[in-house]
């Protein structure tokens, strides 16, 4: 695509005149934001980063065959340089043209929050794949990043259009939103779930990881939004949606008369009775929101109701592994506070009168601040805790749990370092009927360690380890 055009394209500032000749003739053949991952023909984006800066490696990207630069502050370059304020944004509007601006030829929905947008998000595929259309997922469990980053989220949506979708069903974090990886793209409506504390070893503070995430409610990105209203921020949030121009839905869990069972969620939702084979009051709300968002875009009620009814379980997410004689084991995601005490709550109405037992851990290189408070949420939802290790990434696995430790006014069942080990006593311990809850992981099938990513999933460990003790 001719680099002019493009530019024209993106609405980008218009260049000078002596740039503009320069341009002419320019033909791109892709958007690069890393200088390793440079392709000729490509416009190099100097991206700046927590520990690096691209504006330092132009002269690398142009040897790759970089032949445009976008800036944002003033460089030497043998290519063309395009000048804007700031490059990330720009890079998403311009990684938009690009493709063709492919989410205005797909049904996009966008889903954020700190805890339950992969739920939700399996929920509403599941629905919408009920009701006949072409879906695709982005999120958790599809890849690296929640949300990738703006050139390879455009190319990921212009490739599903090719393929035939007209459905994306998308997990929108803060860091993306931050970041601007969302920015260029239309979503038909977004939905807003709950804010705890997370991610604060990237945003300065609660307020800065609230604002990000509040960025999704403008026009730029929708004109429709379902927000979960349970507590005071949920309701600010609808507020502020309301008076950005969107069109807001709003989604109480105390008004849909919630049943739980030990095997499934009763709730009403707009004069129907709902059984969702699903456990946790929680699951119930989630499934509450992806209801409401299927109906904005288009699905009936009737139709969304049978779905609900058919929902298969969210991997890792209060995934449930019975054993003939033994404990019941919930593998789930929960890695922050309030997570972990809904997670512990479910459980608890699980167990009924047995035993909750709890294994977790948390990551490493990660908001030290939230450990203590993991630390007491276990010990005030669980009788019994196993202190193990997460994803201790690059830090010793012994100072992130005497990190949790100093939120517990007792010292737990056990700390053990193994996580394997830690899994195995807890289950051990347990008597027949009673719960383990094994936490912070989910689906996640390595265990970083010290640069390494090494084989671990919990759900695998669990049904070994049952299987043996019921030989």
Same mark, same amino acid.
Do not use: L, M, Y
């Given at each position: 695509m001719d680099l002019k055009l493009l530019i024209k394209a993106a609405g980008l500032l218009a260049p000078d005149a002596e740039s503009a000749s320069n341009l002419l003739g320019v033909e791109i053949t892709g958007i690069a934001y890393d200088s390793r991952q440079v392709k000729p023909g490509n416009i190099f984006c100097c991206v700046r980063g927590l520990a690096h800066d691209g504006h330092q490696h132009i002269e690398s990207a142009v040897t790759a065959g970089a032949v445009a630069i976008l800036a944002d502050r003033p460089i030497v370059a043998t290519v063309p340089v395009v000048m804007v304020d700031e490059v990330r944004p720009s890079m998403a509007q311009l990684s938009s043209a690009f493709f063709e601006e492919p989410s205005r030829h797909l049904t996009v929905i966008g889903v954020t929050g700190t805890n339950g947008k992969t739920s939700v998000a399996h929920l509403l595929t599941q629905i919408l794949s009920f009701a006949g259309r072409q879906v695709a997922l982005s999120g958790t469990l599809t890849g690296e990043r929640t949300t990738p980053e703006a050139p390879d989220l455009q190319q990921r949506l212009a490739q599903w259009k090719n393929e035939g979708m007209d459905s994306v069903i998308m997990e929108?974090?803060?860091? !993306?939103l931050e970041q601007h990886r969302a920015g260029g793209t239309s979503f038909a409506a977004v939905a807003f779930t709950n804010l705890s504390r997370d991610h604060l070893d990237y945003h300065l503070n609660l307020t800065a990881y609230r604002e990000a995430k509040e960025r999704l409610f403008s026009l730029t990105f929708s004109?429709? !939004?379902?927000?979960?209203?349970?507590?005071?921020?949920?309701?600010?949030?609808a507020t502020l949606a309301r008076t950005n121009g969107l069109e807001v839905t709003t989604?109480?869990?105390?008004?849909?008369?919630?049943?739980?069972h030990p095997a499934s969620t009763v709730f009403?939702?707009?004069?129907?009775?709902?059984v969702l084979p699903l456990g946790g009051k929680f699951m119930a709300t989630n499934a509450l929101v992806a209801a409401e968002l299927a109906q904005s875009v288009g699905v009936d009620s009737a139709t969304i109701v049978e779905a609900l009814q058919q929902m298969a379980p969210v991997p890792g997410r209060f995934e449930t592994i019975a054993s003939t004689g033994g404990p019941v084991v919930v593998i789930d995601y929960a890695h922050t506070p309030e997570a972990l005490t809904t997670v512990l709550t479910a459980a608890r109405s699980l167990a009924g009168g047995k035993k909750v037992l709890l294994v977790f851990g948390c990551g490493g290189?990660?908001?030290h601040g939230k450990r203590p408070l993991m630390g007491a949420a276990a010990q005030k939802g669980a009788d019994l805790?196993?202190?193990?290790s997460d994803n201790p990434r690059d830090e010793p696995p012994r100072g992130v749990i005497e990190d949790i430790l100093i939120g517990m006014t007792e010292q737990p069942a056990l700390k053990e370092l193994d996580r394997a080990k830690a899994i195995a006593a807890a289950l051990h311990a347990a008597d027949p009927g009673d719960v383990v809850v094994v936490a912070g992981k989910g689906h996640e099938q390595t265990q970083?360690?010290?640069g390494q990513f090494l084989p671990f999933d919990d759900r695998q460990i669990v049904e070994k380890l049952l299987l043996e003790m019921n030989q």
């Open positions: 929108v974090s803060s860091h !993306a004109s429709q !939004a379902v927000v979960v209203v349970d507590d005071q921020v949920g309701q600010e949030v989604v109480s869990s105390n008004q849909a008369k919630i049943v739980v009403t939702w707009q004069g129907h009775e709902v290189n990660r908001d805790c196993f202190v193990t970083e360690i010290a």
